[in-house]
Each structure stands twice: as C-alpha cells, then as structure tokens.
C-alpha cells in the first residue's frame, strides 16, 4: 500500500540521549518534510528536502539534523535531546515543490523528552 | 513576520452548515490549502486555492480572496464524523507551507 511510514510510534526518552525518527515513503515523492505539532501552534517545519541529496533549514531547525541518501528515507536525528523537544513529530511528502503539490503525511512520532 | 490566523474552536449542529475563516500575511503567496486532521492522526488533504473565487468539492467548498488576504471553509450538511481540527496553510514565496493553528470544530448531535 503506497504511503509514508514513520517509526517508531511513541517513545520516551532521557535527555541528552541521540535519538533518531524514521521516515519512508514509497510514491517516489522528490520532496520531503519533518514537522512538529505543539498544542496551540501550527505545524512548525523543521527540515525539508526538495529532491535527493539535498536538505534545507526550516524554521525550527536548531537541535535537528537531517540526511537524504535516497527518495525513499528521510531521517531525523536529535543529536541531544532536551525537554523542549517534546512533541509529535510529523513526516510529509510530495510529488514536488511547486504550487498544487498536496503534502501526504505520515502517521506521526510522540516524542516525550525527561 | 508571517502568520495564519483562524479561531481556535467552533460547534455546530448535526445536519448544519459551518464556515471557518483564515486571514493570513505571507511572504508571497503560492496558494492555500485547507487539511483536516482527526485528534490523534494526521492532517489530509482537503483543498488547494490559487484563484480567487470558490472551489467546492462535495460538501466541502473553499473560498479565496487574495486582496484581502482571507479564505474560509464551507461544511454543508454536517456529520458527526466530520468532528475533526481544520488546518489553514498558505505557500509561501519560498514554496514553504505555513499553517496556522487550527481550528477545533465540535460537532453536537
């Protein structure tokens, strides 16, 4: 079944610790995106990827990092984690960056920092 | 800055109709979506506008006004099941989505 998975679904995490969230899609979609959803804020980016092989910053990018080896995988990783990154953590997709590009979203990461 | 704005909670009545308004100031404009996410899952997709005017789709119609900076939601003949957050989303110049926050629509019987 075509779509985007993320993994794992839910984790509890010390801070400190290097964590990362899995994100892979099969549509052979070129961009990709990792946000965050905060209650009562909208959906923040963090960071994208217009095609393979190239990432860019979004708006909360500091304590992120991102890599796209492939079309497929898109991974984020919290190279030290601290209690504000606490959130649900959402990957998306789409066909391109252009204007009527609808993003398809993952089922999300509940991240909890301690 | 940028910024959405849409109210944050609204309730309506089964069987009813609904608008939900989104005033946005973006750094350019490459068009508008509106998403639906249920709590506990993730946004999809509802609607795209570039054009001013009105787009509908089922029961489901978006509005767009670019001068004014404004778009609203229309939900006809309200179901239970359509109990669920909207997403307003603007494309910016740099081709970035930028979401407001959502608005919780409560749907009685």
């Known amino acids: 079944i075509a779509g985007i998975t993320q993994a794992p679904t839910s984790q509890i995490l010390a801070a400190g610790r290097r964590m990362t969230l899995r994100c892979t899609q099969d549509m052979r979609h070129n961009a990709m995106y990792w946000y965050r959803q905060d209650l009562g804020l909208g959906l923040r980016l963090i960071h994208y990827?217009?095609?393979?092989?190239?990432?860019g910053k979004g708006e909360v990018p500091d304590g992120y990092s991102v890599s796209r080896a492939n079309t497929d995988d898109f991974p984020l990783t919290l190279a030290s984690a601290v209690p504000s990154q606490t959130s649900v953590y959402f990957c998306?997709?789409?066909?391109?960056?252009?204007?009527?590009?609808?993003?398809?979203f993952g089922p999300g990461t509940r991240l909890t920092v301690l | 800055g940028q910024n959405i704005d849409q109210p944050t909670e609204m309730t309506a009545t089964e069987g009813a109709i609904v608008q939900i308004n989104c005033t946005y100031q973006?750094?350019?404009?490459?068009?508008l979506f509106w998403y639906q996410q249920h709590a506990g899952e993730a946004p999809t997709f509802l609607s795209y506008n570039v054009l001013d005017g009105l787009e509908e789709k089922g029961r489901f119609s978006s509005f767009l006004s670019r001068s004014k900076g404004y778009s609203y939601l229309l939900l006809k003949e309200l179901q239970m099941k359509d109990s669920a957050s909207y997403l307003c989303a603007v494309l910016n110049s740099n081709y970035q989505l930028i979401w407001g926050a959502g608005t919780k629509l409560i749907i009685k019987p």
């Open positions: 998306a997709s789409s066909a391109g960056v252009a204007d009527h590009n609808e993003q398809f």
């Open positions: 990827s217009n095609t393979a092989g190239t990432t």
């Open positions: 973006t750094s350019g404009f490459n068009g």
